[in-house]
């Protein structure tokens, strides 16, 4: 009579094969998963922006207006000499209301400047945040930062300010086509004869890090509560994504500055943070553009590859270009 034994285990080498399926099977599936994350992610990124374009809008229905890039403190008239050097309230402040941040609108105290307000409205906003980006705090400044910005046209941040982008003694006029967000100025949709569906209302931007070789610096990239220069104003000087540097207050190590140029968030310090210089491009971590929502309301997906005439034609409001290109 003869004996067998049974097998109670796997071989060496039949293991390894499992393994090696089964690592297969993950790299064949872990794209797809991510996809499906980045899909879900991407989503979510374009609700926040048609949601904070329709908050625009409400603000408009109730106040006849669109709200102020940034209001000066004590106000003055939108029609006044360039530059303006005083405290001021950020643009996310006056839609606190339709956004369904009653409290925080509650405790904003219109007298005071963005640093000397309760610190319970300086803290991250989901509808603020888009999820393929990390969110950061600002521990220092007491507040955090967020991705979606307002359209501040084609130009620079001060050149915004002026009828005559060259010529920045003279006054605000409020028919010239420019961006419908400035500085004390919030346009009257009867000014945006290009159309509330041709012009762009919210932009994404890339929350840029908050530390120089672990000294806290003023990189503003991606604060909402703060208006100063290359805060949340996203000029179309310069395609989605584009590698060209933000002019703006950034990192001053050079291996810093070539981290976030390695990281999408290209920075070149702007000198005294000079008002007339500044810019910052619409950035995100989509592959391959930004979303964006219109002053109609409506939101879509911008590609990086789009041509530069049409994304800055879509920052103005009363020029007449012809965008049906996009």
């Given at each position: 009579?003869?004996?067998?034994?049974?097998r109670n285990a796997f071989t060496l080498v039949e293991l390894l094969v499992v393994i090696a399926i089964i690592g297969i099977l993950v790299a064949l599936l872990l794209p797809a998963v991510q996809a499906a994350r980045?899909?879900?992610?991407?989503?979510?990124?374009?609700?926040?922006?048609?949601?904070?374009?329709?908050?625009?809008?409400?603000?408009?229905?109730?106040?006849?207006?669109?709200?102020?890039?940034?209001?000066?403190r004590p106000p003055k008239d939108v029609n006044h000499a360039y530059p303006q050097v005083q405290p001021r309230t950020p643009f996310i402040a006056f839609i606190f209301s339709?956004?369904?941040?009653?409290?925080?609108?509650?405790?904003?105290?219109?007298?005071?400047?963005?640093?000397?307000?309760?610190?319970?409205t300086h803290g991250p906003l989901a509808v603020m945040h888009c999820q393929s980006d990390q969110q950061i705090l600002y521990p220092t400044k007491q507040d955090a930062k967020g991705n979606y910005g307002i359209n501040w046209g084609e130009w620079t941040y001060g050149q915004q300010l002026a009828p005559d982008?060259?010529?920045?003694?003279?006054?605000?006029?409020?028919?010239?086509?420019?961006?419908?967000?400035w500085l004390e100025y919030?346009?009257?949709?009867?000014?945006?004869?290009?159309?509330?569906s041709n012009t762009l209302c919210m932009m994404e931007m890339r929350q840029a890090p908050t530390t120089d070789s672990g000294t806290p610096t003023f990189d503003?990239?991606?604060?909402?509560?703060?208006?100063?220069?290359?805060?949340?104003?996203?000029?179309?000087?310069?395609?989605?994504n584009s590698?060209?540097?933000?002019?703006?207050?950034?990192?001053?190590?050079?291996?810093?500055?070539?981290?976030?140029?390695?990281?999408?968030?290209?920075?070149?310090?702007?000198?005294?943070?000079?008002?007339?210089?500044?810019?910052?491009s619409a950035r995100s971590l989509h592959p391959g553009g930004v979303m964006v929502s219109f002053i109609d309301g409506s939101s879509r997906f911008i590609s990086d590859d789009i041509d530069l005439t049409v994304w800055r034609a879509y920052s103005t409001k009363s020029r007449g270009e012809v965008t049906d290109t996009l």
């Open positions: 009579m003869r004996y067998f034994r049974s980045e899909a879900a992610r991407r989503s979510a990124c374009q609700n926040n922006v048609k949601q904070l374009s329709l908050a625009v809008l409400n603000f408009e229905s109730q106040y006849g207006r669109l709200p102020e890039g940034a209001l000066g339709f956004i369904e941040q009653n409290e925080r609108a509650d405790l904003w105290d219109p007298d005071k400047d963005s640093y000397s307000q309760d610190i319970a982008p060259t010529d920045r003694t003279q006054v605000i006029d409020k028919t010239k086509p420019y961006a419908p967000f919030g346009a009257n949709i009867a000014h945006i004869t290009d159309g509330t503003r990239r991606g604060r909402i509560w703060n208006d100063d220069v290359s805060s949340y104003q996203i000029t179309t000087r310069y395609e989605p590698t060209t540097p933000d002019f703006a207050a950034c990192p001053s190590s050079a291996s810093e500055v070539l981290r976030m140029a390695e990281d999408g968030i290209p920075c070149t310090s702007n000198p005294g943070n000079a008002a007339n210089t500044g810019y910052m």
